[in-house]
């Protein structure tokens, strides 16, 4: 059995005295409830606040975005990997169909971030996603192979063993609609499949693939009692305590 993830994705909100605030309301709520990874990914300028927040609980840090360069440079407003790492997280979130949708993140920009952020030692929680119009055309298993395809280009296997995929469909992405376990379990095998061909069987077994849209703590069972989904990225139902709460210990 691969161990599940839930990984809330706070997107662009809370500043840090509220991710504090967040945090204190939340530790409670969640005391002893350790069955799940458990993986909080703040905006940039939270992750101290959710670090020193979280300290002596088993609550990892990621981060929603990382730079492909791996050295400091001149690249006014990024980040690197190894600045994530100085700063504690172990995750970070890449190519969220946000960023693909309105910052010009492309297929080969998810796999440059990949391989830097595996390779410095990161998590990565790679997404990948139909639009509406693509599911309604019927093509849902050529974009998931493709996003895939191109995302683990050039990785090998061992660089790849802290890689996480997270299927995300854009239509299910806080619209209140939620892929049914049965969309995101074949969604998932088509992911699976994909990671068997750029890194070997044994590697996909063990690969976790999150399901992401409108995950809720009323829908949260369904989809995680599913053995082909190992996890949730779950971005608005994590912004209050007492859902989040309710989601991972689904
Ligand atoms: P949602 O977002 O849970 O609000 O649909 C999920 C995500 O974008 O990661």
């Known amino acids: 059995m691969r161990k599940k993830l839930i990984a809330a994705n706070w997107k662009m909100y809370k500043t840090p005295a509220e991710a504090r605030e967040f945090m204190q309301a939340f530790l409670p709520l969640i005391d002893g409830h350790d069955r799940d990874e458990i993986v909080i990914c703040p905006p940039y300028i939270d ?46 979130i890449v190519g969220h169909s946000e960023r693909r949708q309105y910052f010009g993140e492309t297929d080969d920009t998810v796999n440059r971030r990949t391989e830097v952020a595996l390779e410095a030692g990161l998590g990565v929680i790679a997404c990948v996603g139909e639009v509406l119009e693509e599911r309604e055309a019927g093509i849902t298993e050529d974009v998931l192979r ?67 849209g ?13 053995p082909e989904i190992d996890g949730a990225l779950v971005g608005g139902a994590s912004l209050k305590p007492d859902s989040f709460a309710q989601i991972v210990k689904w």
């Open 47 to 92: 992750i101290a606040s959710v670090i020193d927040s979280a300290r002596g609980t088993n609550i990892k840090v990621g981060a929603q975005n990382v730079f492909w360069e791996k050295d400091s440079g001149a690249f006014t407003g990024e980040v690197n990997p190894s600045m994530l790492l100085g700063a504690g997280c172990e995750y970070v």
């Open 146 to 212: 493709r996003q895939c395809a191109r995302a683990f280009r050039g990785i090998s296997a061992r660089k790849a063993a802290k890689l996480v995929v997270a299927y995300e469909p854009v239509w299910a992405i806080g619209t209140g609609k939620t892929a049914t376990p049965e969309i995101a379990a074949n969604a998932h095998s088509v992911i699976r499949g994909e990671a068997e061909k750029s890194f070997g069987r044994e590697f996909a077994q063990q690969l976790k693939i999150l399901y992401g």
């Open 214 to 226: 409108s995950v809720k703590p009323d829908n949260a069972n369904a989809l995680m009692s599913q």
